[in-house]
């Protein structure tokens, strides 16, 4: 909500205390001097698949995907996130403090997501986002098509997509039902609970609206197919992603409040990303949807700020191009309360750029997560020359 010349941030105890053009810092406080530099929240990335596909690309590090039934909702990513991912410390330095860590894409219902700021520690319990509410990864279109397809299982069609995600919700529902009826009992009348099942239980969280689902998709057709489920069972969807056809249906996306995380200029990489346009993102802004930018790589999550301003180029204005990598993933993903703009209370995660954010030549001169410096260019050992004498 707009920028402060030469300003100036106080932190304390990992918080943001004080914010303005001064601030009335303590004797003998840290000092940070970034004079002719550009700070800003910390970037935030709804669609990452660090920690469970680590670098190197192998299949020893493949374990984002448990691609051996359509529904996989009891399993979550939080079991296979691997904290050597070298990602991980690129992100850093591309100025990311948060993401959520997704399983893949093979399944209609690939699993709960995880929500980290990006703390350096031996521990995942040390980098969970504490209090960020549970996510479940769902998915539609060609890639559970092709999974299951080639094993000629069900789902090989967009009917059999939403057959498999009508019908586990069905079920859920039913499960929940068994159990709601089994405490109601009077103690003295209980019969044996049910037996549990981890993916009905999930499911029966979505519907209770304690787990966000957050849906990879792509055309109009499979999103309006979504829908009609989604208002079947009475659950609220967290967001769409990728979503590259999602202008198609922008009045509906900003009628259900759904926010949409896509690409900057992805498009055409296959059948279904065919009719994704550059300005998808703008056009979505314009009719009020919140819209974040996503890197779904370790590579591209790196320059995040980068793809920003290719949306910007397209149409997105410049402040909804800040908010598409910081406040809107944020409420994306139920944190905005915490992370996502240098407000009063809120956590202190920042990113220092070297020029405006969206200079195709700025870099990342620091990032903080809760007051803490968590990457530092200064402090990085320079690249070894190329050629010369030996």
């Given at each position: 909500?707009?920028?402060?010349?030469?300003?100036?941030?106080l932190i304390?105890d990992?918080?943001?205390?004080?914010?303005?053009p001064t601030?009335?810092?303590p004797?003998?406080?840290?000092?940070?001097?970034?004079?002719?530099k550009?700070?800003?929240?910390?970037?935030v990335?709804?669609?990452?698949h660090?920690?469970?596909?680590?670098?190197?690309?192998?299949e020893?590090?493949?374990?984002?995907?448990?691609?051996t039934?359509?529904?996989?909702?009891?399993?979550?990513?939080?079991?296979a996130?691997n904290?050597e991912?070298p990602?991980?410390?690129?992100?850093l330095?591309?100025?990311?403090t948060?993401?959520?860590?997704?399983?893949?894409?093979?399944?209609?219902i690939?699993g709960e997501?995880?929500?980290?700021?990006?703390?350096?520690?031996?521990?995942?319990?040390g980098?969970i986002f504490?209090?960020?509410?549970?996510?479940?990864k769902m998915?539609?279109?060609?890639?559970p098509k092709?999974?299951y397809g080639?094993?000629?299982?069900?789902p090989?069609t967009r009917?059999?997509?939403?057959?498999?995600?009508?019908?586990?919700?069905q079920?859920a529902?039913?499960?929940?039902?068994?159990?709601?009826?089994?405490?109601?009992?009077p103690?003295?009348?209980?019969?044996?609970?049910p037996?549990r099942?981890?993916r009905?239980e999930?499911?029966?969280?979505?519907?209770?609206?304690?787990?966000l689902?957050?849906?990879?998709?792509?055309?109009?057709?499979?999103?309006?197919?979504?829908?009609?489920?989604?208002?079947?069972?009475g659950?609220?969807?967290?967001?769409?992603?990728?979503?590259?056809?999602?202008?198609?249906l922008?009045?509906?996306?900003?009628?259900?409040?759904?926010?949409v995380a896509t690409?900057?200029?992805?498009?055409?990489?296959?059948?279904?990303a065919?009719?994704?346009?550059?300005a998808?993102a703008?056009?979505?802004?314009?009719?009020?949807v919140?819209?974040?930018?996503?890197?779904?790589?370790?590579?591209?999550?790196?320059?995040?700020?980068?793809?920003?301003?290719?949306?910007?180029?397209h149409?997105?204005?410049?402040?909804?191009?800040?908010?598409?990598?910081?406040?809107n993933?944020a409420?994306?993903l139920?944190?905005?309360?915490?992370?996502?703009?240098l407000?009063v209370?809120?956590?202190?995660?920042?990113?220092?750029f070297?020029?405006?954010p969206?200079?195709?030549?700025t870099?990342?001169?620091?990032?903080?997560?809760?007051g803490?410096v968590?990457?530092?260019r200064?402090r990085?050992?320079?690249a070894?020359?190329?050629g010369g004498?030996?």
């Open positions: 909500h707009g920028e402060i010349p030469r300003g100036s941030i304390v990992g918080k943001i205390r004080e914010i303005g601030v009335d810092a004797p003998g406080a840290d000092v940070i001097l970034a004079e002719g550009f700070v800003m929240p910390g970037i990335d709804t669609h990452s660090i920690g469970v596909y680590s670098w190197p690309d192998v020893a590090n493949s374990d984002g995907n448990e691609a039934d359509p529904n996989q909702a009891g399993v979550r990513a939080l079991d996130v904290l991912d990602g991980i410390g690129r992100a330095a591309g100025g990311v948060t993401i959520q860590i997704l399983p893949g894409s093979a399944n209609i690939g997501t995880v929500t980290v700021k990006l703390r350096p520690g031996a521990t995942l319990d980098m504490a209090g960020a509410p549970r996510g479940l998915a539609l279109g060609e890639n092709m999974v080639s094993l000629n299982k069900l090989s009917m059999g997509n939403i057959y498999v995600l009508r019908n586990a919700f079920q529902k039913d499960y929940r039902a068994r159990w709601d009826a089994w405490q109601e009992r103690a003295r009348d209980r019969v044996p609970a037996d099942d981890l009905l999930t499911l029966s969280d979505v519907l209770s609206g304690k787990v689902p957050h849906v990879h998709c792509y055309r109009k057709d499979e999103i309006e197919a979504l829908f009609r489920v989604a208002d079947e069972f659950f609220r969807i967290g967001s769409l992603q990728h979503a590259l056809e999602a202008y198609k922008a009045d509906e996306i900003a009628r259900r409040k759904i926010g690409f900057a200029h992805w498009w055409g990489y296959k059948w279904e065919r009719d994704g346009i550059p998808n703008a056009i979505l802004a314009d009719h009020g919140r819209v974040a930018i996503h890197s779904d790589s370790a590579d591209l999550i790196q320059r995040l700020y980068v793809e920003a301003a290719i949306a910007m180029h149409g997105l204005g410049r402040e909804e191009a800040l908010k598409s990598i910081t406040l993933p409420w994306m139920g944190v905005d309360d915490r992370i996502g703009s407000d209370g809120k956590d202190a995660d920042i990113a220092i070297s020029k405006d969206f200079d195709i030549t870099r990342v001169e620091m990032t903080m997560v809760d803490k968590v990457y530092d200064t990085v050992p320079a070894p020359a190329v004498a030996r």
